[in-house]
């Protein structure tokens, strides 16, 4: 995965908060021209390969949406993210110190749309960092797990914190991950979809190792991005249609 150093400014224009931030264990790497402000640093510290730098580069898209993960400490974050940029999981835990990124291109609506995908950590010394890179997100998957009741219980904490830091039109897919631990469920999945209807949020249950509804979750986020985005285009079009053509008046 990407990582940020130092005090820069990305393509959106929002400058981040000087930092360093990694993965445990990173290697760094090159610097991507699509990126110029990012390093990509290898992943090696969880599952032993280098991220692909194809997908950063490629300048062949109609947008770029920058999506978050949020959400408690170990409530599978990063493993969601492994598995749908790389289709891969390990059981290991190995928690994320700050911040880092993964990017990946999609095809939806007829539209190429580049995801930059930024996983935060969920422990609370990181809130400053992580909370500083809401701003430009378009688009928020907020996890919990569902063998975990206090993950639950901090959803509302977390929509607080959106609500706070990112901009107002930002969409949010509530995720209750882990559904293949059936037998150590303390969340019953209709209270998910209760608290995601009470909070204005979509709602899936999936689980990052048996691959049930990643794919889905993120492509629904982007669905929905994409909705919101083409609505305000539609309001922010001039509604008042060109006068005709006048004849000629001699
Ligand atoms: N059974 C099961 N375990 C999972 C699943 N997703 C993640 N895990 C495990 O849960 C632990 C925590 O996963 P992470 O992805 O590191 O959690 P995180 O939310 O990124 O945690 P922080 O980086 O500390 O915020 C790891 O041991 C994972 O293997 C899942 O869908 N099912
Ligand atoms: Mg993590």
Redesign the pocket.
Same mark, same amino acid.
């Given at each position: 995965m990407g990582s940020v150093d130092g005090n820069t400014r990305n393509r959106e224009g929002s400058s981040t908060v000087p930092h360093r931030s990694r993965t445990e264990n990173p290697k760094r790497g090159v610097l991507e021209p699509e990126f110029p402000h990012l390093k990509m640093a290898s992943t090696e510290s969880r599952l032993q390969q280098q991220p692909s730098p194809k997908d950063a580069a490629d300048l062949n898209f109609d947008y770029m949406f920058k999506l978050l993960i949020i959400?408690n400490?170990?409530?599978?974050?990063?493993?969601?993210l492994f598995r749908y940029a790389d289709d891969c999981?390990?059981? !290991?835990?190995?928690?994320?110190v700050g911040i880092d990124f993964k990017v990946k291109t999609v095809f939806r609506q007829n539209k190429r749309i580049k995801l930059q995908i930024w996983?935060t950590?969920?422990?609370e010394r990181y809130r400053t960092i992580t909370t500083a890179y809401y701003r430009g997100a378009m688009g928020f998957l907020l996890?919990y797990d569902i063998s975990n009741q206090e993950s639950f219980n901090a959803v509302k904490d977390w929509a607080t914190q959106i609500k706070m830091y990112s901009l107002n039109n930002a969409q949010v897919v509530l995720v209750g991950?882990?559904c293949?631990?059936e037998d150590d469920r303390d969340i019953p999945t209709e209270d998910g979809q209760r608290l995601a209807d009470d909070l204005g949020f979509q709602f899936f249950e999936a689980? !990052?190792?048996?691959n049930i509804n990643v794919k889905q979750v993120f492509e629904h986020l982007v669905d929905i991005v994409c909705d919101k985005m083409n609505e305000e285009i539609d309001i922010h079009r001039d509604p008042s249609p060109l006068p005709p053509p006048r004849g000629c008046a001699c």
């Open positions: 959400g400490s170990s409530v599978g974050k990063t493993s969601f999981f390990t059981p !290991a835990f190995v928690s994320t996983d950590a969920g422990q996890m991950n882990k293949d631990l689980s !990052a190792k048996e």
